[in-house]
């Protein structure tokens, strides 16, 4: 088992900045991937970044590529996702996940494991 605890999320203005923080615990040496997924109100479950726990591989949503950057922390066992230039549309809580396999980095279904996630609001 694989425990996720995202932190970091809060209100910002347009133009701003987060840094999101996702703890990982319990099973973290068969963890082969994380990203960050976002779901805003009334809206799908959407992939936003993703990076292979080796650190050989960098994935990108298109609406994030340029203004988001995914890193990890190996000896920490923390993801991290540093957000700039936020939008209004960026709004949205903001789920960590964790995978054991080496495929689908960016589609949620084969993720095995999720945080309960973390609110982001932009405000404009």
């Known amino acids: 088992q694989v425990q996720l605890v995202e932190s970091g999320g809060g209100l910002v203005t347009a133009g701003g900045s987060l840094k999101l923080s996702c703890a990982a615990s319990?099973?973290?040496?068969?963890?082969?991937?994380m990203g960050w997924f976002r779901q805003a109100p009334g809206k799908e479950r959407e992939f936003v970044a993703a990076i292979n726990w080796d650190g050989s591989s960098l994935y990108y949503s298109d609406s994030a590529k340029g203004r988001l950057t995914i890193s990890r922390d190996n000896a920490k066992n923390t993801l991290y996702l540093q957000m700039n230039s936020l939008k209004p549309e960026d709004t949205a809580v903001y789920y960590c996940a964790a995978r054991l396999g080496s495929a689908g980095a960016t589609t949620a279904r084969f993720y095995d494991y999720w945080g309960q996630g973390t609110q982001v609001t932009v405000s404009s």
């Open positions: 319990g099973g973290t040496r068969s963890i082969r991937g």
